[in-house]
């Protein structure tokens, strides 16, 4: 079928919804990650990413790119898996979150005890929390308020919706945080949710006590949904940190009854492949959600991998050792930064393994760089599937792989693919994605490039 047909099939047949993704610039496929400079390379994907994975598993190769934490499960967690996995288990449809399991998350990884004004439910990681979200709480015409960059998957799950995203850029100015009087200032009539990403990804920043309160005070004056996603909150990188989520706040003074809360048990335990994660607020919201969740996939989760995570949470050693190793990776990532020209650490990330670096300074794009960087076996993702913001000067990297040589070879790898993106080694084939992408996120970056290189041409002439 010719390109033609294929986009004329397409406007017969999708839904609104399906179309909007389409050529939305954070829709998959639509944004530059390592998987494209696979491509670009001419590399072979069973060499890099075997089996068809999400993340970079070939022999040589390190993954700094999609969150997956990369330190993997507890052996507890395996052991209570393992255990689960029985004729018995499997045989039967099981309880969207097991009672205990459900005690355990509410006061571990949001801060209160399971009430009548307060209840948990089972999805399938917190990537299923924020579907939930979106499909229980926005119309047509609803305004969500999310930063910007911020997580792939914030901006086009909502304007699948029928939303209309209102960003906020997040920069030195707000501390790379949601500042109570910038939300204010964009809150109109239509306006109906905040989402507080907490730590943020992709920054590692977390909110202040102060400013949750005044963001929950604006939601309660103004009638809406704040979408607290704390899935980060596990490893407090910097010691000095605090990350409280919003749920913790409640109080008969101060009431959080307008918030829902979500995380999972991919990044803080390494269990991204078990698909569970969490959803919490008040029962009269949360049966919403239940029963979008019952309609659209049905309101059960992995069985086995409800014991695991019951395990994982209660496995303190393992919190504090992967700690210790997200703390050393960092480390070794900031000496690189700073011996590096042209590079540097916007904001030093508090909690999870999540980071930005600005590449601004070398005169090309974070995309090049990628390509260069993969090149040397190290995967990446640059800025533009995160947002505006930056799009093509930002690289955001995942900071927890267990293995020291990922960082080492990422020293020696950044010097080199800048070096071979200044050559204007791989300049064509990134603008060439963006041109097929056709988004108008991915021609600014287009045009960004050209500008670049008509700089590097005139500083060359001069010299």
């Not at 205990?100 to 399971?114: D, I, N, Q």
């Not at 109906?192 to 990403?197: F, G, L, P, S, T």
């Not at 108008?440 to 590097?456: E, F, L, N």
Request: charged letters at 20%; a negative charge.
């Amino acid at each position: 079928m010719s390109p033609e047909n294929v986009a004329a099939l397409q406007e017969k047949l999708l839904s609104r919804r399906a179309k909007t993704l389409l050529h939305h610039p954070q829709g998959m496929g639509n944004y530059f990650t390592f998987k494209t400079a696979i491509d670009i390379l001419g590399l072979d994907w069973n060499d890099v990413a075997p089996g068809g994975v999400y993340n970079v598993t070939g022999s040589g190769y390190f993954d700094m790119g999609y969150m997956a934490n990369h330190i993997g499960p507890s052996k507890s967690a395996l052991d209570a898996f393992l255990k689960a996995s029985t004729h018995e288990k499997l045989a039967i449809y099981p309880p969207d979150c097991m009672p205990e399991l459900k005690v355990l998350v509410a006061t571990k990884k949001f801060g209160r005890s399971l009430g009548p004004d307060f209840e948990v439910m089972g999805v399938e990681g917190a990537q299923g929390g924020i579907g939930y979200t979106y499909l229980t709480f926005l119309d047509e015409g609803d305004e969500v308020i999310v930063t910007d960059p911020g997580y792939f998957h914030f901006v086009p799950a909502a304007e699948a919706c029928g939303a209309k995203v209102v960003p906020i850029e997040l920069n030195a100015g707000n501390g790379y945080r949601l500042q109570p009087a910038e939300v204010e200032a964009k809150i109109t009539p239509r306006t109906k949710m905040i989402v507080v990403c907490d730590p943020i990804n992709p920054f590692g920043t977390v909110q202040t006590r102060e400013e949750l309160l005044a963001l929950a005070d604006i939601a309660r004056r103004h009638d809406l949904v704040i979408f607290n996603n704390v899935t980060h909150n596990t490893h407090q990188t910097d010691d000095a940190a605090e990350q409280i989520p919003m749920a913790s706040l409640h109080s008969d003074e101060t009431p959080m009854d307008h918030v829902i809360s979500v995380s999972g048990m991919s990044k803080g335990y390494g269990m991204p492949a078990i698909r569970v994660g969490f959803m919490a607020g008040h029962p009269a919201l949360l049966r919403g959600a239940f029963l979008t969740k019952m309609e659209i996939t049905k309101i059960h989760i992995n069985y086995p991998g409800q014991y695991a995570a019951l395990a994982a949470m209660q496995d303190t050693d393992y919190l504090a050792t992967s700690t210790q190793t997200i703390r050393r990776n960092y480390a070794h990532i900031a000496e690189t930064i700073a011996m590096t020209e042209g590079v540097s650490i916007p904001v030093t990330p508090s909690y999870g393994f999540c980071m930005m670096v600005d590449v601004s300074g070398t005169g090309v794009t974070a995309q090049e760089i990628t390509v260069g960087l993969l090149k040397e076996k190290i995967a990446v993702i640059p800025g533009d599937g995160l947002g505006d913001v930056k799009a093509a000067d930002y690289l955001r990297l995942n900071y927890s792989h267990p293995d020291i040589a990922c960082f080492e070879t990422f020293r020696t790898a950044l010097p080199k693919a800048i070096a071979e993106a200044q050559a204007g080694l791989y300049v064509e084939a990134v603008a060439q994605f963006f041109e097929k992408a056709g988004t108008a996120r991915g021609r600014v970056i287009i045009d960004q490039i050209a500008v670049r290189r008509a700089q590097a041409a005139q500083l060359q002439a001069a010299e």
